[in-house]
């Protein structure tokens, strides 16, 4: 065990991996060259149609004790991993890990097969069940939660390689050439897959939607895709889009966005050049209401939206308000719709997203960004990954990549949830180090980091209600007392990857 | 020495590297990784600007001894890799290699940087006075002439190692993000550079038109460009496009294409699907504008056309002809304004083009293409690379690389140029082997290679003018007679690399 730079203990080694613990956002050094796989010849005029996901499955040549991928823009209307690992299981292969961009709730259906054997490593981070299992022990399965930018980082470094990438495929050729934006899964970007298929060793597209060569635009190309399969259906088109996409109505949460938006407006960044990314939810719509407000009175042409892109920024761009989109994935069917037609919304791989190992990341060029959290510090460290009980319930996502990138990072969050009080002496789990988080907003007031002490002055210049974070804790701890922290063991259940790579924390077994 | 399949006797080595001789187009396999390059983690918020040329040599750490590359989708208007050279001398490098995509007439200016050792090699094909004075042995310069497909290959597979690539970029913002498809140097598709962007060591992207970030749409992304540089101007916009764009009005050109389209329509592939590519040229032009007329009054819808691609496929494209084209590079402003615009029309790498090692490139997937020579024998294997005096003056393209993938390839080509017969005994040099030649037509007649046993017989049913390729050989050798054969020293100055890296000739000094 050593302290990481947090103050969070570190195992020295999990799941036969040697760790690094985490010191800072800046300083780890990439050394590796940037990963490989087999060159292949195939025959010309050869066919890639396989059959079924079992027939891709035989042909992809998988075998127990390899690790298989796909991507999370059906998100939770997925239906391939799933079924892949059904036909995996009936093919009797046993021992994989599991390396997708992410895994939702709807992939519960899983959790048979972790204890079965079929599956016994996540070098992923999970949204539901699957985490809340692992932490209360009773599933065993070492899980490594890695950010986008992070996961992009470990295929493209080789830390995690993937032997077979099953990538859903909404609009595909027989010679593989997909994109994302058309069919019955339509999900708009395939920027995580975009990793995959140059960096997994072998991959498959798979499709429900197979139209005459060639599927038009390539976003991946036939170039890189070994077989073609077809299912019947790769989702539920209802769940692959299904985040809010409504400014929220509560009061509360309107208040919340009125000072992000004073945030905003203080930082000085509105204007010409302008850069900005916010989640789905319905304070990050009310904030992006607000900034759209700026942008008309001022006439701001701003530069560009990044990150999951919803139609709210669609608007904004169609309107002449961002130059651009880099869109990384679709939150809803107006994006996917506008990424197919218009060349300024523009698919970005994870990589160029969110990876802190290339020549430069887009969140690097972002002004300002609206992350949320389900649990903050006195020391402006932010958990979103595990829950009031101590469970692993959620993935990074980009959050920890966002905060690093953007000038300034606005963390939004009602003060209290559950009649709990959302900042704290301690985060349960420190997902993004504080030291990149740039403000934090509740309903109850503003803290700044002292890292920006000019945006500090002006806050309070326009009579912005200001607090030091501590006086905003002790506020709201008047109203809910101090909560009795989870208790934890010591067992070591998962890891919180940063971004870099460097451990930032650990998920311990919860002590019921 | 040791003689290939084709009789042409091969070097166990040239400069240095051991010689494979060709054996076929289709058994060679690779044993290779894709080539990798150091992962970097830039400074966060670092810039990339570093001012001009000389200060991105300094940059990119480039010294003696290493390999540089330039695209060549600027053509014969490019300055940049001219100024590059004098740049590298005036800081006093030396024993530079040049592993370009292609090298222009333009480029006649390196000869005095090849003289004084600041240039020491060319690992990719030339056009015009540096072949030339190579094959006359004035220059000491071994070089190796590469397809468009084996030139991505070389990079993909390591077997070229480019240690900085200086891509010129029309379009680009100061993080390095790029396109070809605006400026004053627009070229529309970047189709060469995606190779280097992704294999080369360094990246620099030289530009004349730096634009506020970001470029859209970006075609090479911020994520592997090292450095930006500029200089007043890429290149001259009169000469960037400059290929033949007009119809042929010359009665045996007209003859030829009237010949290539009734090939054309007995090969059975002008129906819905159709997929087909000409270069420029005249005739290309005017077989295009029967295959358009034929596509209309079948109605057929096409596939795709594909490579280098001009107004007139652009115009088959908007009139429904066609549902895409995959465009290496634009051959006229026409092309490159409707890449930039329209979706269908899809920038393609060079190795997604024509790279026969990879999971299946464009090429393959082409019905019926026209392609040039210079000369042909009754072998029929084609050459374009050097011309009558036995000079290599021309660079092969994507010439090997179509006539292998294309299901019928038709060459067409006077029966004589120059008094001279383009139909003997033996190629000077042989760029193509025959077995991936399927038709030769000319003015005189058609010859169908035996592999296509059925074409042949149509093309009679046809009343077409089908001949044997000795007997038209006969022919016109009866006009023109036997001409005398160019006479070559034994020393091998310059290899002809198969797409799939064998040797199927090489370049011997011209006895004067």
Sequence with gaps: MARNSLGREIPETFAGKKLVPYSDPWSVQPHAERSTRQIRRIAHNGSKLVGGLREAIIASGLKSGMTISTHHSLRNGDRLLNELVREIDALGIRDIKIASSSVHVVHSELVPYIRKGVITGLECGVNGLIGELISKGELDCPIIVRSHGGRARSLITGEVPVDVAFLAAPCCDEYGNFNGFFG?????????????????????????????????????????????????????????????????????????????????????????????????????????????????????????????????????????????????????????????????????????????????????????????????DVNFNVNVNTESMGYLLHNTGGHCDVAAGAKVSIVVCPSIRGRLPMIRDEVTTITTPGETV?????????????????????????????????????????????????EFEDKVVGLIEYRDGSIIDVVRKVRE
Tied chains: 1, 2.
């Design 184 to 376: 019955p899964s339509a999900c708009g970007s395939l920027g995580y897959a975009l990793v995959d298929a140059q960096h997994a060793h072998k991959v498959v597209a798979v499709t429900d939607n197979l139209v005459p060569f060639p599927a038009v635009p390539v976003s991946i190309p036939q170039s890189v895709v070994d077989f073609v399969a077809t299912m019947p259906s790769l989702g539920d088109p209802k769940k692959i889009v299904s985040s809010t996409t409504r400014i929220t109505t509560d009061p509360i949460g309107l208040q919340i966005a009125k000072h992000a938006a004073t945030v905003i407006e203080a930082s000085g960044y509105v204007k010409d050049g302008f850069s900005f990314q916010t989640g789905t939810g319905g304070i990050s719509l009310a904030v992006a209401e607000h900034v759209r407000n700026m942008m008309r009175r001022d006439k701001v042409k701003g530069s560009f939206g990044c990150g999951g892109i919803t139609g709210y920024f669609v608007d904004m761009l169609e309107e002449g308000l961002f130059e651009a989109l880099f869109d990384v994935q679709c939150f809803d069917l107006k994006a996917v719709q506008s990424i197919g037609r218009n060349q300024r919304h523009m698919e970005m791989t994870a990589g160029t997203y969110a990876n802190p190992f290339n020549c430069g990341a887009v969140v690097n060029r972002l002004d300002c960004a609206i992350l949320s959290a389900t649990e903050i």
């Design 438 to 486: 740039g403000v934090i907003v509740t309903e109850r007031g503003i803290a700044v980091n002292d890292n920006l002490p000019e945006l500090k002055e002006e806050l309070i210049r326009r009579k912005a209600p200001v607090k030091d974070i501590r006086q905003l804790r002790d506020e709201i701890q008047a109203v809910t007392g101090v909560p009795r922290p989870v």
